[in-house]
């Protein structure tokens, strides 16, 4: 009987702690939180019907124990060093050439991390079972705080294999638990969870926390882990210390294990194949802020190889191998006074918030976007609420959280809108994304930002054709698609009878009209404003089929055997052209005289492709050039046949070499790549004379 009722209670926690695991380890919970505590009910009653198994590592002891006499200092068996900090991309650059220059050309994996933005803290294992938590202190001695890090989301008690190998695995990095596991990362409150510790406080009657880092320090110090327990402390993982009976090669790998071991690590951890992609890759997190619910005031990037960790070594404060981006954090309270619905290019709905203009970094900020509606959820906010917003560094302001113990009852709950609000039409939400989008393509908003990309910049590049004219022009109705661009010029009477125009502007919007006629294939490939459909991948779609025609009459499995043409964007390409709408833009702009390519254009390209004189190089453009825009000498390279690429590797054959060139130009003298000035490369294809 007693052996039935320990595996029932053996089996009790090992279902909670995997579901411990996918809900803040993999932010994937297979049951609702309705049925998880279910399965913690049903624990703690076997458990206090059977003390005899009792256990130190239950998921039960989370909740917290007995109050601690006080702290002991606690010798890190590997010191705890602080991390050299930079805070702008030059210095940024001068890291990554130092780098390289002590790797001697080496090629370099690299991590990057967000840096959260709480409290450094360390977990040793022994054999599986948490054995000690300790703070960073002096980086030498730290106090033991494990009585408070068990109550911590993220920290499991015990650890245990929750999830299989990976095929791609390597066998040093699988299987079993180690003999000493020392994992450091950082504690921290959600964003969330903060909110509610501020209207739990104010209904207390008590003063209101100062910020989510500061709530993280003092509960860490508290002696009653009960109390710790309240604040809802969690945790990332981002770092290794001392370990013993675990091999792996990578930093990545390492993440990889303790993952299934139970410990979170921290969220979109991506390893990149150089430091120059890495950086790349940094604005897209910077960009991504607002989807966190955890403070960050900065970004980490680390080499991922840990015998070229070993080879850079440390300084006597910080290792050579890692560094901060970090950026000045700036935040301000303020009022949602309403928001509002923007529709964009594709029909995407996006709410905005209107706020009561309040001062950040030296700007006043009076918007800031919500993204979706699944953003609007997770933050809760209402029109009336008071938000923090913050803007870090050169980011676009967004708002952290709302301030809900400053809630006075006026608020009103946003409802997102079930019908465009330009055309009315029913919305329809992206099949398993988050994205709520207005189906009719002849929506007057989509109509607006589909014609302003159409002519900007990166398209069809119609100087003097902005938003504020195309609002006026669609407004007269001298606008309602794409070809009747090509038809203002038949209309150049009425439009001097418009506010705000004269001749001279009218003449000079017609001749760039007239110039964009014979834009390249791709640029109108861009500017159709197809789903997926970037410069890059529409110059590769006119290189392959040479002409409108041929891709409008190309199968999906045509379009996806295109190099880097995988099967989203082949199904997003054929479903355009195959629809009655699609059909019609190409006929009208066939007609109206632009350049929609050929088939010979086609068979050109594929020639260059075969016998041009950069055929199977690979070639990367960096600095600020002279005579072409980076887009222009791309072009340039694919048209005699080579690839152009973002990064610098021992794959490049070339180095296209501009003003302030930075850190790819050193990597290229590095690893023995040839650099060319822009000039030296148009010689070179016979685009430029000597003489010019």
């Not at 921290?188 to 209101?208: C, K, M, W």
């Not at 329809?428 to 930002?449: F, H």
């Amino acid at each position: 009987m007693s052996t039935t009722i320990r595996d029932q209670i053996e089996s009790l926690r090992a279902t909670i702690r995997r579901h411990d695991a996918l809900y803040y380890v993999h932010a994937a919970p297979e049951i609702s939180d309705l049925e998880y505590d279910r399965l913690m009910r049903a624990l703690l009653e076997l458990e206090g019907q059977h003390p005899e198994f009792d256990s130190d590592e239950s998921p039960t002891r989370k909740v917290g124990g007995a109050p601690i006499a006080g702290f002991q200092t606690v010798e890190h068996r590997v010191p705890m060093l602080s991390i050299d900090n930079v805070y702008n991309e030059a210095e940024l650059s001068e890291f990554g050439n130092r780098v390289a220059k002590l790797l001697q050309g080496q090629p370099c994996e690299w991590l990057v991390e967000y840096k959260v933005d709480g409290v450094a803290l360390s977990l040793i294992y022994e054999h599986g079972k948490l054995l000690r938590a300790v703070t960073r202190g002096d980086g030498r001695r730290g106090d033991d705080v494990t009585h408070n890090a068990r109550t911590m989301r993220g920290v499991p008690l015990q650890l245990a294999n929750l999830a299989p190998s990976s095929a791609g695995d390597s066998p040093a990095t699988s299987g079993g638990i180690p003999t000493i596991l020392e994992v450091r990362g950082e504690a921290y409150i959600s964003n969330s969870d903060f909110a509610q510790l501020q209207l739990e406080s104010v209904q207390r009657g008590e003063e209101p926390l100062k910020n989510s880092r500061n709530a993280t320090a003092g509960a860490i110090k508290l002696l009653d882990p009960t109390e710790c327990a309240k604040r809802r402390l969690r945790f990332f993982a981002h770092s290794v210390g001392s370990l013993e009976g675990m091999v792996f090669p990578t930093h990545g790998e390492f993440l990889k294990q303790i993952e299934r071991l139970g410990i979170p690590s921290v969220p979109r951890t991506t390893v990149l194949p150089s430091f120059e992609s890495a950086v790349e890759y940094c604005q897209t997190l910077m960009q991504d802020l607002h989807t966190l619910d955890f403070e960050v005031d900065g970004l980490v990037l680390k080499v991922n190889d840990l015998a070229m960790r070993q080879e850079l070594g440390s300084t006597s404060k910080s290792p050579r191998w890692v560094v901060a981006f970090k950026w000045e954090k700036y935040e301000a309270e303020t009022r949602v006074a309403e928001i509002s619905v923007q529709v964009g290019k594709t029909g995407t709905l996006t709410p905005v918030a209107t706020l009561a203009p309040v001062e950040i970094a030296g700007t006043t900020v009076s918007r800031a976007s919500l993204h979706n509606k699944d953003e609007i959820e997770r933050l809760g906010v209402q029109i009336g609420d008071w938000v923090i917003v913050e803007k870090a560094g050169k980011i676009i302001p967004h708002v952290v959280r709302v301030e809900a113990h400053r809630r006075d009852g006026t608020e009103i709950p946003f409802e997102f809108p079930s019908c465009c609000p330009e055309c009315k039409t029913p919305v329809e939400q992206d099949e398993g994304g988050v994205y709520i989008r207005c189906p009719n393509p002849g929506c007057p908003a989509q109509l607006r930002e589909a014609l302003r990309y159409f002519a900007s910049r990166a398209a069809m590049d119609i100087e003097g054709l902005g938003i504020k004219l195309i609002e006026q022009l669609t407004e007269h109705q001298y606008l309602s698609s794409f070809a009747d661009i090509y038809r203002l010029a038949g209309r150049r009477a009425e439009m001097l009878q418009l506010e705000r125009l004269g001749e001279k502007s009218v003449d000079n919007l017609l001749a760039g009209i007239e110039a964009s006629r014979q834009r390249p294939l791709w640029r109108l490939l861009t500017a159709l404003n197809l789903r997926h459909v970037g410069t890059r991948t529409a110059q590769l779609l006119a290189d392959h089929f040479g002409s409108m025609d041929a891709i409008a009459k190309a199968t999906e499995a045509d379009l996806a055997q295109v190099e880097e043409i995988g099967e989203v964007i082949a199904k997003s390409v054929h479903a355009l052209f195959a629809s009655e709408y699609g059909q019609r833009i190409v006929a009208e702009l066939k007609d109206l005289g632009l350049n929609l390519g050929s088939e010979a254009d086609a068979a050109a390209a594929a020639a260059r492709q075969a016998e041009g004189m950069l055929s199977g190089k690979t070639l990367v453009v960096t600095g600020t050039l002279v005579r072409h825009k980076r887009d222009e000498m791309h072009a340039l390279i694919q048209k005699h046949g080579g690839r152009p690429a973002g990064s610098v590797s021992k794959n490049t054959d070339f180095l296209i070499a501009g003003a302030d060139a930075g850190s790819k130009l050193t990597k290229a003298e590095s690893l023995g790549v040839k650099v060319l000035s822009e000039d030296e490369f148009l010689t070179m294809i016979g685009e430029l004379t000597p003489s010019e």
